[in-house]
């Protein structure tokens, strides 16, 4: 009788390697990339700064942003025919929203604009840099 | 005895019962490298908010800097909450930025982030949006 490793397997019969500890890894690397994958896709409007907005040497319109309309030369308009107006003007677009208008009404007009055609895009800081 | 997620304690077939998960094996392994392939790692995020929603450019596959911005004015720089000075001061020179503002968030806020991270040397900032 020789001396029993810790090691040995119980029933000699049984496989040397099973599949029952690579299911359990696989299945709890599955759990992983199903909790930590991200199918939205992510975009990205430009907010100016030295990106790739080109110069255009003219002076540049003020679109005041609100919140349900645009004030394009101090009239009020909706925000697709100021988009339409300013693309065919051909001069760079300053941006200004209105205080309290939300991130999302910003995004939509950027997104106007990028639709319209309308490249050269600034916008004003509302408030500084605190 | 593995005390593995399958293993009921019943007395084990031997080859047979191991052959008989194969086609288990086989979908779960399909599945894991479907994930792989199809999902990118969601970035690590110091509190939830909601961006707006609209149509904008593609985000390039090497990760900007990604600056938070909750609606109640909180920022975060990656995963780490932080105050905006000790965030102006971690900002690299020539960083292109990636602004994740709430979509609640008041766009003049969201504007003066984006300029404060431009004078503390951002070369870009981005406004990140969802497709709607």
Not at chain 1, 50 to 56: E, K, L, N, Q, R
Not at chain 2, 4 to 23: K, N, W
Request: overall charge neutral; hydrophobic content about 50%; aromatic content about 4%.
């Amino acid at each position: 009788m020789t001396l029993e490793s810790p090691f040995a397997i119980a029933r000699p019969r049984r496989p040397l390697v099973t599949l029952t500890p690579l299911i359990d890894v696989v299945f709890i690397l599955l759990v992983f990339f199903m909790l930590a994958t991200a199918f939205i896709e992510e975009q990205r409007l430009p907010l100016g700064g030295t990106g790739d907005a080109p110069s255009i040497d003219a002076p540049p319109l003020q679109v005041y942003l609100r919140t349900g309309d645009v004030q394009l030369g101090g009239v009020a308009m909706p925000l697709e025919r100021a988009a339409a107006e300013v693309a065919g003007a051909g001069r760079p677009v300053v941006l200004e929203p209105a205080p309290g208008v939300p991130v999302q009404r910003l995004a939509e007009a950027l997104a106007a604009l990028r639709r319209a055609g309308v490249t050269a895009v600034a916008v004003a800081a509302g408030e500084p840099g605190r | 005895m593995s005390g593995g997620l399958f293993s009921t304690g019943a007395p084990r077939r031997g080859a047979l019962g191991d052959e008989a998960m194969l086609p288990l094996v086989n979908v779960v392994l399909l599945l894991l490298v479907f994930f792989m392939v199809a999902g990118s790692l969601r970035p690590p995020e110091a509190f939830p908010l909601d961006p707006a929603r609209a149509e904008g450019e593609a985000v390039g596959a090497a990760g900007p800097l990604r600056v938070s911005l909750s609606a109640d004015g909180r920022v975060a720089l990656g995963g780490q909450s932080l105050t905006r000075d000790a965030l102006m001061a971690q900002v690299p020179r020539g960083a292109a930025v990636l602004l994740r503002a709430d979509a609640g968030a008041a766009a003049s806020a969201a504007l003066g982030l984006a300029r404060g991270l431009q004078e503390a040397g951002a070369r870009r900032v981005d406004l990140l949006v969802l497709t709607p």
